[in-house]
């Protein structure tokens, strides 16, 4: 993969901002190692503040993820059963479309042979 000048200045300056986190830059010409060690040594912090959580605020942010996930899945069946009779109102719709057109033709049809002598 070759970068523009411009690309690599920011790629560069990406890893001089992230230098603390993982102490590479300018080590690669085009910055991508850098970028991936960067990625890398985020997550892991992300990680560490995760496990440096006391408990307790771990088990409340986990039962608050589950009862969104609930309420979520809820709200999901609730949405496809509501698409569903959507789906069956339509069609009914089109039916009953259907024989009103079939009876309009069968009175017009009716008419006409009344009045044809």
Same mark, same amino acid.
């Given at each position: 993969?070759?970068?523009?000048? $411009?690309?690599?200045?920011?790629?560069?300056?990406?890893?001089?901002?992230? !230098?603390?986190? $993982?102490?590479v830059?300018?080590l $690669?010409?085009?910055?991508?190692? $850098?970028?991936?060690?960067?990625?890398?040594?985020?997550? +892991? +912090?992300?990680?560490a503040?995760?496990? %440096?959580l006391?408990?307790?605020?771990?088990? !409340?942010?986990? #039962?608050?993820?589950? %009862?969104? @996930?609930?309420?979520?899945t809820?709200?999901r069946?609730?949405? @496809?059963? #509501?698409?569903?009779?959507?789906? *069956?109102? @339509? +069609?009914?719709? %089109?039916?009953? *479309?259907?024989?009103?057109?079939?009876? *309009?033709? *069968?009175?017009?049809a009716?008419?006409?042979? @009344? !009045?044809?002598?």
């Amino acid at each position: 993969m070759r970068l523009g000048r $411009c690309s690599r200045r920011v790629l560069r300056a990406f890893c001089v901002l992230a !230098e603390p986190v $993982c102490r590479v830059y300018f080590l $690669c010409p085009v910055g991508v190692p $850098c970028v991936r060690r960067v990625g890398n040594a985020l997550e +892991q +912090q992300a990680a560490a503040a995760r496990a %440096a959580l006391p408990y307790p605020q771990r088990a !409340e942010a986990q #039962a608050a993820l589950d %009862a969104l @996930e609930a309420s979520r899945t809820a709200l999901r069946t609730g949405m @496809e059963r #509501a698409q569903h009779s959507l789906k *069956q109102a @339509e +069609q009914a719709y %089109a039916a009953a *479309q259907a024989a009103v057109d079939a009876l *309009q033709a *069968q009175a017009l049809a009716a008419v006409l042979m @009344e !009045e044809t002598p």
